[in-house]
């Protein structure tokens, strides 16, 4: 049995991109493994937003967590900001990290350019050391297994260095080095209208993407809005063709086939058969999801859930925490 771990910020909505390359995979692991999934609220911290707001999405995407299908009886669920070792062992992992990995970092110097393109606006220290109280969420459970899309692969192996590095001074047994998980398949959903980028919550163009809170006909208005090419030829090819890969890999993902057999089954069809079907899945996921969550969300059912969590969270992270303080000196 190995330790997974996951954790997905409350800066925007959970889109189908997330549902697909984290939460479903998670789904899939949760009766062999042992799960742990919070909320990333704290990392939401990096992007401002007035406390209300915070709140109100720290309270959807605990509610969503559960309507998804995360059995409270496999997976520990809990709310990262509730269990305050997360941010201790970030100071401790900060004191054993360099300025200049985390500036290396790909994601910092994309997200830092964007915020600071004119070089007039300040980037929080947050975006900095954003890495390493990821690093804390999962060296705190001597986690195995991280799912993870192609592009924080990064910051796994940062984790891993710095686990190396403090193993080497203090102790081979301090810290479990984790590995990514990846599902080749399924790890990456492309934005609906510039399918060269990953789908975004954090996207300016409300149609390039799909909240699980999107009502079903919503939905379906930006999957048939979705960009693809003049050639009208179903095939998976995500270089020439990204658009309809795209729709490919979801459709995939959904109905857990693979994708030459989906590609078999829209032999010979047109966009818009692709398209109607693409959307019936995911309709058929967001009005399974929603209804739910709507029966959860703001309610004492959902408190209770949160504090099970928290309580099996705290106890085996101050455990850990404990260790690693005696080891450094603490």
């Known amino acids: 049995m190995k330790k997974i ?13 997330n549902y697909i390359g984290a939460i479903k995979p998670m789904l899939d692991l949760q009766n062999d493994n042992e799960m ?9 911290l990096v992007t401002p937003s007035d406390a209300k ?115 080497n001074k203090y102790g081979k047994d301090l810290f479990t080095l984790p590995k990514e998980y990846t599902n080749d398949v399924t790890a990456k959903i492309m934005d609906l209208q510039d399918p060269t980028k990953k789908m975004s919550k954090s996207s300016d163009n409300q149609k390039s993407f799909i909240s699980l809170l999107d009502k079903p ?14 050639e009208n030829l179903i095939k998976y090819d995500p270089v020439n063709k990204p658009g309809v890969s795209n729709l490919i890999t979801i459709y995939s993902a959904l109905k857990n086939e693979k994708i030459d057999d989906v590609v078999k089954h829209f032999d010979g069809k047109n966009y818009g058969v692709l398209k109607s079907e693409v959307a019936d899945v995911v309709c058929e996921l967001l009005e399974n999801i929603q209804t739910k969550f709507n029966t959860l969300v703001g309610t004492k059912e959902l408190r209770d859930l949160l504090d099970r969590g928290k309580q099996r969270a705290t106890e085996i992270s101050n455990k850990k925490l404990k260790l690693i303080n005696e080891k450094i000196g603490l």
């Open 5 to 17: 771990i996951t954790g997905i910020t409350t800066t925007g909505t959970i889109t189908l991109g």
């Open 36 to 44: 742990f999934m919070f909320i990333a609220d704290l990392h939401a």
């Open 53 to 167: 707001d915070l709140r109100l999405r720290i309270s959807n995407a605990s509610a969503i967590y559960f309507a998804c299908g995360f059995d409270p009886k496999r997976t520990t669920v809990f709310i990262q900001s509730e269990v305050p070792a997360h941010t201790q062992l970030a100071w401790i992992l900060n004191c054993h990290t360099t300025i200049g990995e985390l500036s290396r970092m790909t994601q910092f110097k994309d997200k830092s350019a964007k915020k600071s393109s004119n070089g007039t606006e300040t980037v929080p220290t947050g975006l900095l050391t954003y890495p390493t109280l990821m690093a804390a969420d999962i060296l705190l459970y001597d986690i195995d297994l991280v799912p993870v899309g192609k592009d924080q692969k990064q910051h796994i192996e940062l984790t891993r260095n710095i686990a190396t590095r403090m193993n």
């Open 217 to 230: 006909e919503v939905a379906r208005k930006k999957i048939n809005s979705s960009v693809t090419d003049s």
